[in-house]
């Protein structure tokens, strides 16, 4: 595909007859309202949230069908997907751990639809596969959630999610013979395993079977932790904690490397803050009935267990220090006033912290990019982790006793790198380093700063071919999330790899709500201050207008879940601000989304209908709300899954149904819903290469690019 964009000519022209022309079905209305504070809300499309409905079922398959046939009669489509398919084939690796004296790590050969696992004795012996997912379903639906070796190495405890649904079933296979045994968890959601030390069972959180036809909808309350003994039926698990008090809480559990206690984080919601307690083991073994022991239930930050000596738990939280500190806790003494600080907070923002080799590997961020430091036992400052450039690293996993650790670096430019770490000597050396058809050194990214409404400065990573003409005319593509505290960073991605190639500017910003610059950079984008999110993303995109990069009809804006509420919002603000946009499995409901499945969860970021005035802050930017006539939108194509059991799909059906019904002028108001598939998670490569190529298509076809 040739990198120039040709003028807006018979190309957009025909895209524009095409968009005119549709013929969107019909979505039935019905007289729905409900009253939020005295205030009468309408819901005309309140059957579509029925996702067992034949007359849902039906609208869904004649949505899909006007979508194909518009992405077919697209030019741009099949040039587009072959070179995405050509990107996205090369190989991938993730980052090795070590149990049992045995190697593990994934590998991707290039287009297989699940990445496979290895495992080895030593780095330099050949590998032998430790579980093939693609062995468990012919389409790629069915993918690995999670995969956990015993103490040993032998046995492998591992998820697996169907379909793309956030439900897991948890088996257990000998690595020795490939055969899985008898032992099957079912029920598992947001939980992974954690085996106790002498290898005879592991702990899980699960909830209560839900009622028929409930699975992908209904409200998941009351998460319990138990511990599963091999070879025992499910219904034989041991309950180790819950709390029947609050059905909100829910449990993470990890052993300790000495196998002497269970760190069990208490989750209260999505928001970073959670409370903390562990469960002592006795000799490596559990016993029924052991009582969990309390650290902190106050929720008042983020409490992360990061490992131990002896009774001395080793911890990373953002309490008192919002950029992070990590903190020693006494368990015989386990009083606030008996916390010791071993890393003090600092100017950048302390993300991830491990216990290897007798020190501490604590990563920050600094204006969004990865830095990484060393320091001792006693907290003192070792040396930096000299990392191959500016970008995102992550790894650095590892047990107290280790002497190497592995991690990962990317950019923009960069596709993921791994690498291993000698803890005591500092040495760094490739264990992975892909080749792929992308030439890096033809393009080059840069950090820029933005100034939003407000004043705040906020960091974007603009990446593009060298010799760009600044002259605004560039097809350009602005992704962002902006929310639950998960920082945008720069990273490798095909979507982006194959953009740059078509010839656009790919642009990613870091906006408030995320973790960038700690906990008050999060809270500035929650709840009753969310606007500033959308503030932060409209001046990304003025911020690149204004400075030549590109043009409201040339600038196309993507994300995904939040980031998919992101684009339904901003786009409904500011319509004449962009000329195509794709929100993907986006929260477009806000006055709802507490009543499904985990959607109540969302509560700390977004805030609740159910309070007067978190509901009018909601109103007032809820993208299914806020969709008004007599306005010219850009093209939009939503895109969901039929699966999807975290956002659920009504959200987007809902959202383009008002879409449809507004009179929002002639560019198309499409739906993409992808069968078999949910929010993204374990996703086959076919149905990856086909939506997000998809997607550049619609873009390209929007703006009038080369289709050859």
Known sequence: ?????????????????????????????????????????????????????????????????????????????????????????????????????????????????????????????????????????????????????????????????????????????????????????????????????????????????????????????????YYH???????????????????????????????????????????????????????????????????????????????????????????????????????????????????????????????VGGRFLISYLRDASTLVKVHAKNGAFVRDVQLPGVGSGGGFGGKWNDSETFFSYTS???????????????????FQKPKTPFEAEQFETRREFVTSKDGTKLPIFIAHKKGLKLDGTNPTLLYAYGGFNVA???????????????????????????????????????????????DDFIASAEWLIANKYTQPSKLAVNGGSNGGLLIGAVVNQRPELFGAAVPQVGVMDMLRFHKFTIGWAWVTDYGSSEDAEQFKALQAYSPLHTVRSMRNYPAIMVTTGDHDDRVVPAHSFKYTAALQAADTGPAPKIIRIETAAGHGAGKPTSKIIEERADMLAFFAHTFGMDSK
Do not use: C
């Open 229 to 355: 003994r091999l070879g025992t039926p499910q219904s034989a698990d041991q309950l180790v904690f819950e709390n029947k008090d609050d059905k909100q809480w829910g449990f993470g559990a990890e052993v300790s490397d000495d196998g002497s206690l269970v760190y069990i984080g208490i989750w209260k919601g999505a928001g970073s803050k959670n409370g903390m307690a562990v469960l002592p083991l006795a000799k490596g073994s559990y016993v029924a009935g052991t009582k969990v022991q309390i650290i902190d239930q106050s929720f008042d930050a983020q409490y992360q267990a990061v490992g131990n000596e002896g009774s001395t738990v080793f911890v990373k939280t953002d309490q008192g220090a919002s950029r992070g500190r990590l903190i020693a806790i006494d368990l015989k003494h386990p009083e606030r006033k008996a916390w010791k600080t071993l890393v003090a907070e600092t100017a950048d923002t302390m993300t991830g912290a491990h216990a």
């Open 488 to 534: 945008m960073t720069p990273t490798y991605g095909v979507t982006a790899a194959t953009w740059m190639k078509m010839g656009g500017v790919y642009v990613i910003a870091s906006l408030r709500g995320g973790s960038e610059y700690g906990e008050s950079w999060h809270e500035a984008g929650t709840k009753l201050k969310k606007q500033n999110v959308f």
């Open 1 to 225: 595909m040739k990198s120039t964009v040709a003028a807006l000519g018979l190309i957009a022209l025909a895209a524009s007859i095409s968009a005119q022309t549709l013929s969107y079905p019909p979505t039935r209305k019905v007289d729905q309202q409900d009253i939020y504070h005295g205030q009468r809300v309408a819901d005309p499309y309140r059957w579509l949230e029925d996702d067992n409905s034949p007359e849902t079922a039906a609208w869904v398959k004649a949505q899909n069908a006007v979508t194909d046939k518009f992405l077919e009669a697209m030019p741009q489509r099949l040039p587009t997907r072959k070179l995405y398919t050509e990107l996205y084939n090369y190989e991938k690796f993730g980052i090795p751990f070590k149990e049992g004296g045995r190697y593990f790590w994934t590998r991707n050969d290039g287009l297989q639809q699940q990445s496979v696992y290895y495992t080895a004795a030593k780095l330099g012996d050949k590998p032998m596969v430790a579980l093939d997912p693609n062995t468990l379903s012919k389409d790629g639906t069915v993918a690995l959630s999670g995969f956990v070796p015993s103490p040993d190495g032998k046995l492998i405890a591992y998820g697996i999610a169907e379909s793309g649904s956030d439900w897991q079933r948890w088996k257990v296979r000998d690595l020795a013979t490939g055969q899985d045994q008898a032992d099957e968890i079912r029920w598992v959601k947001f939980s992974s395993a954690s085996w106790t030390p002498d290898g005879k069972g592991f702990f899980y959180s699960r909830y209560d079977e839900p009622k028929a036809g409930a699975a992908l909808t209904g409200a998941n309350y009351f998460q319990k932790l």
């Open 412 to 430: 923009l430019t960069t596709p993921s790198e791994i690498w291993r770490y000698d803890v005591a000597t500092g040495q760094a050396t490739v």
